[in-house]
């Protein structure tokens, strides 16, 4: 049995007038056919919330296999992470994929520890790190400090490449100094319309065509003139003049990620940490979600079905819309996606480096990064990431031949014998943050909660954050829901 849809359909349709009508709603434009806006309750429609949950309740709507007071989509950092600070014994977790992880997956072979990309973790929050390190006793986990490098020409400067022009050729160097000094010809910073114009306007045109166009155009895999000025924000190096030429001659290159740390079994060892002492059958992996019943609050897997009463979802804002029956409109929520190769050879390479951003063009790879100086071992093991459009489909056999190639000509492989390799896609990688991403994902999310669905995670939200904001937010949704009465 369903009960009627609120814009005049029923619970199992999701098509005509009340499709129309969510979707307006969602975009923030008020339904042409049908009631109120979707999902925006006021007072009665709460009581309508409360008693449709009731019917629920009672089973006087759709069936399902299995109920459960919390459903959890995705065994990453987020998933895990809510399922652990919430403590409910009625609480499932669904993962796709055969393992848990997400992004953080770590792979063994032929000697090698890699990560399905350079993962590595900056905690500020000390007693969230302390809390996981407890969880992993026996565990060797490094608090590393970062030597990040630039390659420009033919020479590595230090990172990030804006406070360190010094260490540039004479003629690069008077370049971007005079460009930096009468940078205010550019227009104001405060102005600025997107993200090119305020690297442009904030460090002057030679820096920003020398390094941060580039790179980051390489990372993106898009115009930076599409991407919203805080594209990175707290993440991104900022410094202005006087920080720049202080550091001539008082290096000071701190950032977020100053200090990292590393188990030597991978970021993986955080992840079982997250999962540690969840109770037996807790994690359901191989079982993947296929479609949402935002009315009924049933979600359809490869195996069954199961009703929840709240459900928290760290997959893609975009693919949960469209698991819901309500996609976003075309182009507003977009993304990049990363190949990353692993890659293992037979003897040692460039020493003194956690990670060089390359910025030129004819190299594939935006950044390399080095396995073997975290744990100092004997062996070369590289990341190495290529940015993709996110229709792209990339040759991955003829890439990693042009990949070789390329770490050839900087000098990072002379004569080493690749022992070892491995290749993930990230779909997605870093999304496109623009004003109209950002205002479509605060409120298709706002929507989702109003139905007790809660997209969380770096991907969940649409956002650029760290592994760290992702435990966090899942703690603070935990907290939450654990403070709310059983039928609020």
């Known amino acids: 049995?369903?009960?009627?849809?609120?814009?005049?359909?029923?619970?199992?349709?999701?098509?005509?007038?009340?499709?129309?009508?969510?979707?307006?709603?969602?975009?923030?434009?008020?339904?042409?056919?049908?009631?109120?806006?979707?999902?925006?309750?006021?007072?009665?429609?709460?009581?309508?919330?409360?008693?449709?949950?009731?019917?629920?309740?009672?089973?006087?709507?759709?069936?399902?296999?299995?109920?459960?007071?919390?459903?959890?989509?995705?065994?990453?950092?987020?998933?895990?992470?809510?399922a652990q600070f919430h403590g409910a014994a009625d609480a499932l977790v669904v993962e796709a994929e055969?393992?848990?992880?997400?992004?953080?997956r770590t792979v063994h072979r032929d000697g090698f520890t890699w990560d399905f990309s350079g993962h590595f973790f900056h905690f500020k929050n000390a007693a969230l790190e302390a809390w996981l390190r407890e969880r992993m006793p026996g565990d060797e986990v490094r608090t590393v400090v970062r030597r990040s490098r630039v390659w420009v020409g033919d020479r590595l400067i230090d990172f990030p490449f804006q406070k360190n022009i010094h260490q540039l050729p004479?003629?690069?160097?008077?370049?971007?100094?005079?460009?930096?000094?009468?940078?205010?010809?550019?227009?104001?910073?405060?102005?600025?319309?997107?993200?090119?114009?305020?690297?442009?306007?904030?460090?002057?045109?030679?820096?920003?065509?020398?390094?941060?166009?580039?790179?980051?155009?390489?990372?993106?895999?898009?115009?930076?003139?599409?991407?919203?000025r805080d594209a990175m924000g707290r993440f991104f190096p900022w410094a202005d003049e006087d920080e720049i030429i202080r550091n001539f001659r008082r290096p000071d290159n701190a950032s977020y990620n100053a200090t990292f740390t590393y188990p030597r079994g991978g970021a993986i060892r955080y992840v079982e940490a997250l999962a540690h002492g969840l109770p037996e059958g807790t994690i359901r992996t191989g079982e993947r979600v296929t479609r949402i019943d935002l009315d009924a609050r049933i979600a359809h897997t490869s195996r069954r079905t199961i009703r929840y009463r709240h459900c928290i979802s760290s997959a893609p804002l975009d693919r949960l819309l469209a698991l819901c029956g309500q996609p976003a409109p075309d182009g507003v929520l977009t993304?990049?996606?990363?190949?990353?190769?692993?890659?293992?050879?037979?003897?040692?390479?460039?020493?003194?480096?956690?990670?060089?951003?390359?910025?030129?063009?004819?190299?594939?790879?935006?950044?390399?990064?080095?396995?073997?100086?975290?744990?100092?071992?004997?062996?070369?093991?590289?990341?190495?990431?290529?940015?993709?459009?996110?229709?792209?489909?990339?040759?991955?056999?003829?890439?990693?031949?042009?990949?070789?190639?390329?770490?050839?000509?900087?000098?990072?492989?002379?004569g080493h014998r690749l022992v070892a390799h491995h290749?993930?896609?990230?779909?997605?990688?870093?999304?496109?943050?623009?004003?109209?991403?950002?205002?479509?994902?605060?409120?298709?999310?706002?929507?989702?909660?109003?139905?007790?669905?809660?997209?969380?995670?770096?991907?969940?939200?649409?956002?650029?954050?760290?592994i760290e904001d992702n435990m966090l937010e899942a703690r603070a949704l935990a907290e939450q829901l654990r403070r709310a009465t059983p039928h609020g």
Request: proline share 3%.
């Open 1 to 82: 049995m369903t009960w009627p849809d609120r814009t005049g359909g029923d619970a199992t349709g999701g098509t005509g007038a009340a499709a129309a009508g969510r979707f307006a709603g969602w975009c923030g434009e008020m339904p042409r056919t049908g009631g109120s806006r979707r999902l925006a309750f006021g007072g009665g429609q709460a009581r309508l919330r409360r008693a449709a949950w009731g019917l629920l309740e009672s089973g006087m709507t759709s069936r399902a296999d299995v109920e459960v007071e919390h459903l959890v989509i995705g065994a990453g950092v987020s998933g895990l992470a809510f």
């Open 98 to 104: 055969d393992e848990i992880g997400g992004y953080c």
């Open 170 to 228: 004479r003629a690069d160097f008077l370049a971007c100094l005079h460009d930096l000094h009468f940078r205010d010809e550019e227009g104001p910073a405060e102005e600025a319309r997107n993200f090119e114009e305020l690297l442009v306007r904030r460090f002057g045109r030679s820096i920003a065509e020398q390094f941060l166009i580039p790179y980051n155009e390489k990372l993106y895999a898009c115009r930076l003139t599409g991407l919203d």
């Open 335 to 414: 993304s990049n996606k990363v190949l990353v190769f692993n890659l293992g050879f037979d003897r040692k390479g460039w020493e003194g480096v956690h990670w060089v951003y390359f910025p030129q063009r004819d190299l594939p790879f935006y950044r390399v990064g080095f396995y073997d100086n975290i744990h100092d071992d004997e062996r070369m093991s590289l990341y190495v990431e290529l940015g993709y459009a996110n229709a792209a489909q990339p040759d991955v056999p003829g890439t990693l031949a042009r990949v070789l190639d390329g770490l050839r000509r900087v000098g990072i492989i002379d």
């Open 423 to 466: 290749s993930v896609t990230l779909d997605p990688a870093y999304v496109h943050l623009s004003e109209r991403s950002r205002a479509f994902a605060a409120q298709a999310r706002s929507n989702l909660a109003q139905d007790g669905l809660h997209s969380i995670g770096r991907y969940g939200a649409w956002t650029y954050c760290s």
